[in-house]
């Protein structure tokens, strides 16, 4: 008990500070910049979607959000990567956090087109009544009264109706969704139906 002071001190009252990584060289250093980016990126991306309540969007018409991160991060960064453009770094900063943001269930893309067209899953109004429709419809039959509809039946019923490249992450944030709005209710953890 007596050293506990002196560990407080030593220790926790100290700033954090990142370990740097002197073993790993460029790369390690350029990996752990990259992940960095790449949550700036996705955590801009949100808070963009979510603040002008965007349905749909094409990856250029996003573009512009991440041109502030790459010129800051290449600012930072001293050795800035040979040969490798600004646009370049856009893309491929773009290509990741929208891959990222798909497997969240934050966006999905209805049809696979070359005209990539990405819905936002919380504001995709098409979406909402799909699934509203499925709940209303099916737990009037006597398989699905009482407990409501299972997660995987609504996907299943999605996907025929509404998309086929809808995935269980982006039906499980629009229920999410749906639920805090208050216009469906869930009767067990993966069992749903409609007010």
């Known amino acids: 008990m007596l050293e506990m002071p002196q560990l407080y001190r030593k220790c926790y009252d100290q700033p954090f500070q990142m370990p740097r990584d002197d073993l ?44 502030p991160l790459i010129q800051s991060s290449s600012a930072e960064q001293e050795t800035d990567q040979p040969g490798t453009s600004i ?16 497997d969240e269930g934050q966006i999905f893309r209805k049809m696979r087109t070359p005209d990539e067209v990405y819905n936002v899953t919380e504001q995709d109004k098409d979406l909402h009544t799909a ?23 609504i ?10 490249n809808l995935s269980r992450e982006v039906l499980e944030v629009a229920l999410t969704f749906l639920e805090c709005n208050s216009d469906i209710i869930s009767t067990t953890e993966a069992h749903y139906t409609v007010l």
């Open 87 to 102: 646009a370049t770094q856009i893309r491929k900063l773009l290509k990741e956090t929208l891959s990222i943001l798909q």
């Open 24 to 67: 790993g060289g460029t790369e390690a250093g350029g990996s752990s910049h990259f992940h960095c980016l790449l949550s700036r990126s996705v955590l801009a991306l949100k808070e963009f979607l979510l603040e002008k309540e965007v349905a749909r969007f094409r990856p250029y018409d996003v573009e512009f959000l991440l041109h």
């Open 131 to 153: 699934i509203k429709d499925v709940l209303r419809e099916d737990t009037k039959r006597e398989k699905y009264a009482e407990k409501g509809c299972h997660v995987l039946h």
């Open 155 to 164: 996907l299943s019923s999605l996907r025929q109706r509404y998309s086929q």
